[in-house]
């Protein structure tokens, strides 16, 4: 870590560092070989990994609010249709354009003003729903409070938005002339508008292609989420409590001494009634500490350039009991592996894989840089965890015993597997017992469970808010389909008493409207592919075990917004099956 003196920019940072890469590597080709150094702001390191999701949620809230705005629109169009008849009344009594547009304007500000009160009402009370979820990716959630400049800015919106899409369907209807606008009949919205009408329908054909959209995204991320709660990793979470302790250690022989007191602090533990079994470890998965680099099989060359790089973790004897992680060959640590024994160390399947291929690897010597360059003996094999986290594919593990590395063993966790459910319910003895062995040592206690559910808190939170927009925006379009063939069955009240009145059957004028909201519906889904294509990569950095051209997701969202804007135009159809031909053709 760095603090940047006044006056110098981080681009000219980053090229004083590059220069310094350069030197290091000419003083050192070796080792210093194709290194360089990055320089990265910390507010990046703590808020980068959120920045992806907070710019998915950003885009799904303006998806939204178009949905809206065109669903108000739609809405306000056929009430400004079916008073075409009246405008024309009052423009041919003398009222000017300007004050029916005044008039728009007074009725939108009736319905803005009183929706934008409940939207700050409501906003507070999201927000406090928000933190409680509690997402540990976004940064200082929990100090989020209600921001009135950014209410203002919502309220502008929403008073924008309200007057836009209020006026501009009385504005397109005051520019007919007065005696076209006479000859409409006010029941039957505007029949001769045939404008009004594709517009209408553009609508409609929006609201279907943005939900289409929503709906996709959330189906995505329902199914990475459910891919990543499937998968495999590698070890047993539950019914573990997790100690982190750190013991103070300076020199040497302090460190040797703290290993001594972990292994003695283990055995106490392991006795203690309710523990099946317990160990000690730097690098608990999914865990705060976790260390990597380079190893060197012995008699395969001390390239650096050339050599393989592991996950490295000190573990103590019954650590792979403890998590469930399987022994596949050899042994486990013993407390004979000690710091003054002969140095030893087990792999992962993936390491075994990659370093010897189908020769066993129990017996042969490897080396890394954690803290020493002596070989280390492979004693076992054990299988492949997902070590930093769920949604993070299995790699190879370097195992050691932390008495023979104690430069790194003053700072461990302890684990330890309960009889019990709840782990916890261990604590309070465990943090007595090592309080008892040393005062000094700094405790913090949790559960594997809480550690792997931490990790994966933000994808169920961007599954929930994202999959909560889609369900808003699915309503929306089936409101607005329902109100467009309401306002088709009404315009065509005449059309189709006529047709039952030559014999036409309930069940053939239902299939009529339903063919007209098929339609829309159709080219809706066309246009929302298109969206759902267009955005694909902004998914491709969220997603776990998927791609977002999954078949399977893309056919079952087509197939649920389908039936649900169908759904939308039943009972319009229903209505319009139940049309008297007598009362129909009696109308204007």
């Known amino acids: 870590m760095a603090k940047l003196r006044e006056g110098v920019t981080l681009q000219a940072a980053q090229s004083r560092v590059a220069t310094l890469a350069s030197q290091l590597e000419a003083a050192e080709n070796v080792t210093n070989k194709n290194k360089s150094f990055r320089l990265v702001p910390l507010h990046e390191q703590i808020a980068g990994n959120a920045r992806s999701t907070i710019l998915l949620l950003l885009g799904a809230v303006a998806t939204l609010l178009l949905i809206a705005c065109a669903n108000v629109a739609h809405l306000l169009l056929a009430r400004a249709a079916a008073r075409t008849r009246d405008y024309g009344v009052r423009i041919a009594l003398g009222a000017s354009r300007t004050h029916l547009l005044q008039q728009a304007l007074r009725s939108a500000l009736r319905i803005a003003i009183p929706a934008a009160v409940l939207g700050v009402a409501l906003s507070w009370a999201l927000l406090r729903g928000l933190i409680w979820l509690n997402p540990s990716g976004l940064p200082r959630l929990a100090e989020l409070q209600p921001d009135w400049t950014l209410l203002a800015v919502a309220v502008g919106i929403t008073l924008v938005c309200s007057l ?43 609201e279907v292609a943005f939900s289409f959209a929503l709906a996709m995204g959330a189906g995505l991320l329902f199914r990475s989420f459910l891919e990543m709660n499937t998968v495999s990793l590698g070890y047993k979470p539950e019914s573990i409590l997790v100690t982190y302790a750190h013991a103070p250690a300076n020199t040497m022989r302090e460190m040797i001494a703290a290993t001594r007191r972990f292994d003695g602090l283990v055995e106490q533990i392991r006795q203690t009634p309710g523990v099946s079994s317990a160990s000690a470890a730097m690098g608990v998965p999914s865990g705060r500490y976790h260390s990597n680099g380079l190893y060197f099989v012995e008699g395969a060359g001390d390239d650096p350039r050339q050599a393989p790089g592991a996950g490295f973790s000190l573990t103590g004897p019954d650590y792979f009991r403890t998590l469930g992680i399987p022994l596949i060959a050899g042994r486990d640590f013993t407390p ?32 890394c840089g954690l803290d020493s360059d002596k070989w280390m003996t492979i004693v076992g094999v054990v299988g492949d965890v997902r070590s930093d986290s769920p949604s993070t594919l299995p790699g190879p593990e370097l195992y050691m015993p932390f008495p023979q590395h104690p430069s790194y063993a003053n700072e461990l966790q302890l684990v ?38 931490e990790r994966l808190a933000m994808p169920p939170f961007r599954t929930f808010l994202l999959g909560a927009f889609a369900a808003f925006a699915v309503l929306l379009s089936m409101s607005g389909i329902y109100a467009l063939m309401s306002w088709q069955v009404t315009r065509r009240t005449s059309e189709l008493g006529v047709r039952m009145a030559l014999g036409a059957s309930p069940g053939r004028v239902v299939g009529l409207v339903l063919r007209w909201a098929g339609m829309l519906t159709g080219v809706g889904l066309v246009a929302g592919i298109g969206l759902s294509a267009a955005s694909s990569r902004l998914f491709e950095s969220v997603l776990f075990g998927l791609s977002p051209a999954d078949a399977l997701t893309w056919v079952c969202v087509m197939i649920g917004v389908t039936i649900t804007a169908l759904s939308a135009a039943v009972v319009p159809a229903w209505r319009a099956a139940r049309i008297q031909p007598a009362v129909a053709l009696r109308q204007e």
């Open 164 to 206: 836009l899409f209020g006026i501009a369907p009385a504005w397109y209807m005051t520019r007919m002339d007065a005696q076209t606008a006479l000859r409409q009949s006010g029941g039957r919205g505007g029949s001769a508008s045939t404008g009004a009408a594709r517009l209408r329908n553009l609508l409609v054909i929006g």
């Open 336 to 367: 004979r592996d000690q710091y003054d024994s002969p140095f030893v160390a087990i792999i992962s399947q993936s390491l075994a894989r990659r370093g010897f291929g189908n020769e066993s690897p129990i017996g042969r010597r490897v080396k």
């Open 416 to 453: 330890l597997r309960t009889e019990s459910a709840n782990p916890r319910s261990l604590q309070d003895t465990v943090e007595r017992l090592i309080r008892a062995a040393d005062s000094r040592i700094a405790l913090q206690t949790t559960t594997l469970t809480t550690m792997k559910d």
